[in-house]
């Protein structure tokens, strides 16, 4: 795929996202795009929102659970950054008018406390490179009318990432079992549905390692103080106004998160 | 939910001996209902409890009880609001890391459990999650090996129940905790089947939380004019899906805070 044409549909995402209007698979109408071009046209994507002043303040990782994979007919992850917009403090309220169509999945973050740059990363280094573990919530947003995402349009869409709560808690993963750790979650005080850090790639851990390899073989590094996602453990929930989410991580803590207003789609 | 007996002794007794010749002899039937439309809930627990009263007499005895249908999912597919309980026997058990058989088995498949050994009885009805957790000596982490003796795992309720809740084989194991050094609430569980994840989730698909199982579990022995006994061993219900095993296949339990359970399938 020539630049012009990474350069218009990367803006053309941008501009869904600011103005939350959701657009055509990307798929549809050039069927030939690779994964390479789609995340050449998250870069631009990204790129936008950092020119119009925000900051790259992390990395999330996406399609790490089976049923996703089986959804996008795709059997390894894909990554997005995390940017300074992105970021809610545990119990805000979040306006449901600056997204599109949001589902919320529960996750395990990760705040690094040393770089860590693959490849040849483990899931032992980040554990070393770990300063502390948190439940959060990561909003899921797709600027794709309907979700109708393949592996390619989701990867150019910034790995369909809305904005995430981190929650308070925080636990050390030398201390914690976050390969066994449960992932309780509940809908306005309903059991909505159970997980385990196992989920994702076996463990958090491993989902983590994968995306040091990854982005290693680009020549980018994870920096110290970043903020990884490292994947659903959850079922995804759809949100409207007035729900409350809470997540409960094994040993560790909650995060919890309020929606108000109307989302655009 | 009734717990009439609307069936009288003589067809309790034959319905009893349905099921024990098919568990005894490892071949499915059709579901009692089927003959018996009208069949209620009540019927099944007064054949289960003459299944329970002929192996007693026959020497085998009884460790517990075990709850199922206790994830929210299968109580609305089964159209019901409380679990099903049944019994276990010493002929039930198996031990950890051990080879079980399965031609004396119809289709078994496997589920993560949290269990319960009492140190204090309980009687319902009234019986709360706190009670359960108070009378609790200590919990393990087990693996029940269920095998409805009806055609293709097709069954309703009074059938279920008549058929002991599925209950064939059962391993306990891993490590024995104190109910108030952990969260039960949250613990994770993951099962491999020949070292591949096959299911996984956590405590609380339980009914919220497993001590509320056995809470229940209590009331509806109380129903049944029955107690629970200090030193029962109970099952609070599968986390995960039942799995269906076959020979040559090994399977491992692992949960967050209570080690793993394994064993192995033979013919």
Known sequence: MNEEKIKQYGDELYDAWLACRPVRPLLEREPDISIEDAYQIQERFVARRVQAGETIIGKKIGATSKPVQDFLGVYQPDF?????GMVYQEGDTIDLATLIQPKAEAELAFVLKADLKGPGITAMDVIRATDYVLPCFEIVDSRITDWKIKIQDTVADNASCGVYVL???????????????GMVLEKNG??????????VQGSPANAVAWLANTLGELGIPFKAGEVILSGSQSALVPVVDGDELVCTAGGLGTCSVKFAGRSQA | MSMDITLGRDAIA??????????QGAYAIPKLTDDYPGMTIGDGYAVQLELRRRFIAQGHRQLGWKAGLTSKAKMIQMGVNVPSIGFLTDRMARPESSAIKTSDLVHPRVECEVAFVMKKGLKGPGCTRQDVLDATDYVLPAVEIID????????????VVADNGSSARFVGGGRARYADDIDLRTLGVVMEKNGE????????????????AIAMLVNILAELGEELPAGSFVMSGGITEA?????GDSIVARFQELGSVSMRFIE
């Open chain 2, 14 to 23: 034959r319905l009893c001996d349905r099921v024990e010749a098919a568990q």
């Open chain 2, 197 to 212: 994840i096959v299911t996984l989730g956590a405590s609380a698909a339980v009914l919220g939380h497993p001590a509320e």
């Open chain 1, 190 to 199: 309903e059991l909505f549905s159970t997980g385990v850090g196992a989920a």
């Open chain 1, 167 to 181: 929650g308070k808690t925080r636990g050390d993963p030398r201390q914690l079992d976050i390969t066994l750790a």
């Open chain 1, 80 to 84: 997005g950054m995390l940017l300074s």
């Open chain 2, 243 to 247: 799995i269906p095993v076959k020979p």
């Open chain 2, 148 to 159: 409805s003796r009806f055609s293709g795992f097709k069954f309703d309720l009074p059938s």
